[in-house]
């Protein structure tokens, strides 16, 4: 009779997968509450302190770390050795077993958890039976996902699992045990104070892509284990999303998470804004974005950060739209939206403040930083110019900070009443992000003439002020920090333009 070893954190499931076991001629073997719960279910099953000839110790801690146990499932009965001593000790083998952790992940996730409560939570008898059957892979199968019972049921009912089975589910168990383990590391390891000496990352697979950036190039969305992100997203309607849907999805939302208390638009091409604006509904939130360049918002990625409603859907019915993106939507616009059946239509809450690092993919390592997070932060701004920001300069010069903080570097945004009306993005210099933003907004038929600027880094040259003069910018909100700062503020002052200095940079290479 083939022998099983059951031990679950996770129930799902194990109650019809051990009864299918049963049917099939296995004897069980199981620990504590699985155990319980089996015998509840009417399943046959032996406790493990019976095969150990060791009751449970410690709280529990010390149940399953003993050779009966873990002999059985390292022994090689292909090696006469290893069966000769399993006779010697009276030795069971096991074919078998289905573990999975302590919810480690879950715990510490919870509001306020305890630190004890975590330290407990840590697994240490799963983990070791689970890389001890691995390892031994060829002759006990381990099986850590509750996914995959009815599969091994199928192919124990057919009398064979084939050794490419074998091996993936050995696969699985490192690469779970692995995140566990990282789950621990992260946790123990404070990164507040200090960047941590060692960082792993884990992530599933969450879907196989059709292809990158480009047709030649493979990709897939992987997922981490943060509290919110892309993992939360839903898709409604539409083709599958591409790789680069999926960038400009992260690039919208997060251009939008900056007006938490506002309804904002932002219209993404190639994760930089080609629009962007305030509303007081979605749907004038999304024809202000839409003026800031008509031409560019076809083909775009368009984020909301408030339901979207079927005045907006209608809004939006004219335009070729690659993905429309928002937190959620009544059910007429989605109706109106059914309507293009090529159009993606996402759901992806607005995560307003993400903590944690930010990995950036170089040859042969990463560069890491803390995520960034919008924060306007106006105790730190100074009025550097004798003339100030009237009340409505100011206004805006509040909402061109946030908008530029989504913008390519190097980055320069005109603003007129919270609707961006012209954007500079990705120059490689700023007196030609400066040109190009008064370029687009009169490209848009926009009146430039009273604006305001906001400008990502500083101002290295008074030539950028002096664009902006030219163009009738009248205030100026920029982080300064220039060795030129002098010559900058005197040529503002001698322009009649009002300048804030914020003293933080808002770069996003």
């Known amino acids: 009779m083939p022998r099983a070893l059951i031990s679950v954190s996770d129930k799902r499931g194990i109650l019809a997968f051990a009864e299918e076991l049963v049917r099939l001629g296995w004897e069980l073997v199981s620990t504590g509450g ?4 089996l015998h509840q279910g009417g399943v046959p099953v032996t406790p493990v302190d019976q095969v150990t000839g060791f009751p449970e110790i410690l709280d529990g801690r010390v149940k399953t770390l003993h050779p009966a146990v873990h002999a059985g499932l390292l022994a090689r009965p292909d090696r006469a050795e290893h069966v000769r001593q399993l006779a010697q000790h009276a030795i069971r083998p096991f074919e078998l077993i289905a573990v999975n952790l ?3 992940q879950a715990t510490i996730a919870a509001p306020g958890v305890r630190f004890e409560d975590a330290i407990e939570n840590i697994d240490i008898g799963g983990p070791s039976m689970l890389r001890s059957a691995a390892k031994n892979f060829e002759f006990v199968l381990p099986v850590v996902d509750p996914k995959d019972y009815p599969r091994i049921i199928e192919m124990l009912t057919r009398g064979e699992i084939d050794f490419d089975t074998r091996r993936d589910l050995a696969a699985k168990v490192f690469a779970h045990t692995a995140d566990y383990d990282n789950a621990i590391a992260g946790y123990l390891t404070p990164w507040q104070d ?48 591409s790789f680069n849907n999926l960038l400009d999805i992260d690039a919208a939302m997060t251009a939008v998470a900056a007006w938490p208390n506002r309804v904002a638009c932002a219209i993404i091409k190639h994760t930089t804004p080609c629009g962007l604006a305030l509303g007081t509904n979605a749907a004038e939130a999304f024809a202000r974005a ?6 560019s918002a076809f083909g775009s990625v368009i984020a909301f950060n408030t339901v979207v409603d079927r005045a907006a859907a209608d809004a939006m019915a004219d335009l070729f739209i690659e993905v429309v993106v928002a937190p959620t939507f009544h059910a007429d616009a989605l109706e109106r939206f059914a309507e293009r059946k090529n159009l993606r239509v996402v759901e992806l809450p607005v995560v307003r403040a993400k903590t944690g690092l930010d990995w950036k993919k ?12 919008f924060n306007p932060a106006e105790d730190t701004w100074r009025v550097a110019t004798t003339r100030e920001p009237t009340s409505a300069e100011m206004n805006d010069l509040r909402f061109a900070w946030a908008a530029v903080s989504s913008v390519k570097s190097n980055a320069i945004v005109l603003v007129r009443d919270e609707q961006v009306i012209g954007i500079g993005a990705g120059q490689m210099s700023r007196i030609d992000a400066s040109f190009l933003a008064v370029h687009k907004a009169a490209q848009a038929g926009h009146d430039t003439n009273g604006a305001v600027l906001a400008s990502d880094g500083f101002f290295p040259f008074a030539d950028g002020i002096e664009e902006a003069a030219r163009a009738g910018i009248r205030a100026i909100i920029q982080p300064g920090g220039s060795v030129r700062d002098a010559e900058v503020i005197e040529a503002a002052n001698r322009l009649g333009i009002a300048m804030i200095m914020t003293g933080l940079r808002m770069f996003r290479h």
């Open 194 to 241: 200090a960047l941590p000496a060692r960082v792993t990352l884990s992530m599933e697979r969450r879907q196989v892509l059709r292809y990158g950036e480009n047709p030649q190039q493979r990709a897939g969305l992987f997922v981490t284990e943060e509290p919110r992100g892309i993992a939360d997203l839903t898709q409604r309607q539409g083709k599958e999303l």
């Open 102 to 104: 302590y919810p480690f």
């Open 290 to 295: 839409r003026a800031t360049d008509p031409t």
């Open 34 to 37: 699985t155990a319980a719960l």
């Open 362 to 373: 170089i040859r042969g390592g990463f560069l890491i930083q803390d995520n960034f997070n």
